[in-house]
T-cell receptor
Framework: DAKTTQPTSMDCAEGRAANLPCNHSTISGNEYVYWYRQIHSQGPQYIIHGLKNNETNEMASLIITEDRKSSTLILPHATLRDTAVYYCIVRGTNAGGTSYGKLTFGQGTILTVHP | EAGVVQSPRYKIIEKKQPVAFWCNPISGHNTLYWYLQNLGQGPELLIRYENEEAVDDSQLPKDRFSAERLKGVDSTLKIQPAELGDSAVYLC????????????FGPGTRLTVL
């Protein structure tokens, strides 16, 4: 699976949009971009995923560039409860083999939302 | 709906002692995962089960780690004997159907080896 690069940490003011970037320049055509987050002392939580088109759900929006080499997770109105580590993961879709469906976490971005 | 349940939440043992972690996945989820998370790092997959079968255990240190998932529901991860470097959080996750579906994680077991 392609590797990802994320900033180590980011800050955001409460109520403002948080834009978390992710670089995945070696992504291949059949690989999806997934985002998970991990609040302190909890297990990771799924946020959103996408292939080519932009995606939106009740938690966030995912913007993927046309060349698919980078993406941005947007939390439109960040709250204090959004303080967490955010993981951008590229995940393959090739059936078979031990890497099938495997989530490979990096170190993620520590997002701190300030009052 | 209950989430993934793990126990114990915390465990402190001395090195060379055995330890076991238990996981109860979300009802109906046939795929179960064990992850290891060191401080400041992202989780790393140790083993993945499809029902009772371990389909990916390539990252499991088999000299001291073992896992089982009898009847394709609950799972136990064991370390024997534990070493100082095993201090970490052990996370269990489950998903329904294809392993490409969303994974739901439990809160983890924090292991401290003294």
């Amino acid at each position: 699976d392609a590797k990802t690069t994320q900033p180590t940490s980011m800050d955001c003011a409460e109520g403002r949009a948080a834009n978390l970037p992710c670089n995945h320049s070696t992504i291949s055509g059949n690989e999806y971009v997934y985002w998970y987050r991990q609040i302190h002392s909890q297990g990771p939580q799924y946020i959103i995923h996408g292939l080519k088109n932009n995606e939106t759900n009740e938690m966030a929006s995912l913007i993927i560039t046309e060349d698919r080499k980078s993406s941005t997770l947007i939390l439109p109105h960040a709250t204090l409860r959004d303080t967490a580590v955010y993981y951008c993961i590229v995940r393959g879709t090739n059936a078979g083999g031990t890497s099938y469906g495997k989530l490979t976490f990096g170190q993620g971005t520590i997002l701190t939302v300030h009052p | 709906e209950a989430g993934v349940v793990q126990s114990p939440r915390y465990k402190i043992i001395e090195k060379k002692q055995p330890v076991a972690f238990w996981c109860n996945p979300i009802s109906g989820h046939n795929t179960l995962y064990w992850y290891l998370q060191n401080l400041g790092q992202g989780p790393e997959l140790l083993i993945r089960y499809e029902n009772e079968e371990a389909v990916d255990d390539s990252q499991l240190p088999k000299d001291r780690f073992s896992a089982e998932r009898l009847k394709g529901v609950d799972s136990t991860l064991k370390i024997q004997p534990a070493e100082l470097g095993d201090s970490a959080v052990y996370l269990c996750a489950s998903s329904f159907g294809s392993s490409y579906n969303e994974q739901f994680f439990g809160p983890g077991t924090r292991l401290t080896v003294l």
